[in-house]
């Protein structure tokens, strides 16, 4: 009677294991240089900036169709939100520019520093500027509207403050840019704009889904939303 014998069963070989090593290591390159994982972020951040200004445009106009005395702020200040201890180093920037030379002036984004560099975006209303880290809803907030007024009950529990805030003492692009919401309102006809400034290559001006220069606002290098965009 014939016994079979058992076949030995082979393994893979060293050089086969560092063959199929690098070729991991090789796609794995790949991947992370086609996904690009910072942009990835920065496209995340600026999908929460558009989802928050249309939150907070939401709510301001449920407050605007229900209050019958309403109070967008004092016309003709600036309103921004920022975080941590510093506020934005632009701000002073903003405010000698408009309040010392006379005759208030947008000032231009081809500057590389301070609030020129992300929010100088406000055109001849902008005479003044306030920054607060505050983001209650009752009236006390960076955006000075109480939507405690609403008789429903204010329709969001706090304002939205931008995901990556950067004070914006330097700044070189739109990745570094000062980065933190403003805020103008107007008492004539309610009017009011909100801003936000873009940092990825996708959504920023130019870029496949730009949503700065498509916006319907007066800055092209900045996202805007609200009733009045030519503030």
Same mark, same amino acid.
């Given at each position: 009677?014939k016994?079979?014998?058992? %076949?030995?069963?082979?393994?893979? *070989?060293?050089?086969?294991?560092?063959?199929?090593?690098?070729?991991?290591?090789?796609?794995?390159?790949?991947v992370?240089?086609?996904?690009?994982?910072?942009?990835?972020?920065?496209?995340?951040?600026?999908?929460?900036?558009?989802?928050?200004?249309?939150?907070?445009k939401?709510?301001?106009g449920?407050?605007?169709?229900?209050?019958?005395?309403?109070?967008?702020?004092?016309?003709?200040?600036v309103?921004?939100?920022?975080?941590?201890?510093?506020?934005?180093?632009?701000?002073?920037t903003?405010?000698n520019?408009v309040?010392?030379?006379?005759? $208030?002036?947008?000032?231009g984004m081809?500057?590389?520093t301070g609030?020129?560099?992300?929010?100088?975006?406000?055109? *001849?209303?902008?005479?003044?500027?306030?920054a607060?880290?505050?983001?209650?809803?009752?009236?006390g %907030?960076?955006? $000075?509207?109480n939507?405690?007024?609403?008789s429903? %009950?204010?329709p969001?529990?706090?304002? $939205?403050?931008? $995901?990556?805030?950067?004070?914006?003492?330097?700044?070189?692009?739109?990745?570094?840019?000062?980065?933190?919401?403003g805020?103008?309102g107007t008492?004539?006809?309610?009017g009011y704009?909100?801003?936000a400034?873009?940092?990825?290559?996708?959504?920023?001006?130019?870029?496949t889904?730009?949503?700065?220069?498509?916006?319907?606002?007066?800055?092209?290098?900045?996202?805007?939303?609200?009733?009045?965009?030519?503030?």
């Amino acid at each position: 009677m014939k016994t079979k014998k058992k %076949g030995k069963k082979k393994g893979f *070989t060293l050089i086969e294991l560092l063959v199929v090593i690098a070729i991991i290591a090789i796609l794995s390159v790949v991947v992370v240089l086609t996904l690009n994982p910072a942009e990835m972020l920065r496209r995340s951040r600026d999908s929460n900036r558009a989802s928050d200004l249309s939150v907070i445009k939401t709510a301001l106009g449920l407050y605007l169709a229900d209050v019958s005395t309403t109070n967008m702020g004092a016309a003709g200040t600036v309103y921004v939100s920022y975080s941590g201890a510093t506020a934005p180093t632009g701000l002073a920037t903003f405010q000698n520019n408009v309040l010392n030379t006379g005759t $208030p002036t947008q000032l231009g984004m081809a500057s590389t520093t301070g609030f020129a560099g992300g929010f100088a975006v406000f055109n *001849t209303q902008a005479v003044a500027a306030i920054a607060s880290t505050s983001r209650t809803v009752s009236g006390g %907030g960076w955006i $000075p509207v109480n939507l405690s007024l609403v008789s429903s %009950g204010a329709p969001i529990g706090q304002w $939205p403050a931008d $995901p990556a805030y950067s004070s914006g003492t330097i700044s070189s692009g739109n990745a570094n840019a000062a980065h933190f919401y403003g805020y103008l309102g107007t008492s004539t006809n309610n009017g009011y704009k909100l801003v936000a400034k873009m940092e990825s290559a996708l959504y920023s001006a130019s870029g496949t889904n730009d949503l700065e220069s498509t916006d319907g606002g007066t800055n092209t290098n900045i996202y805007e939303q609200g009733t009045n965009l030519a503030l």
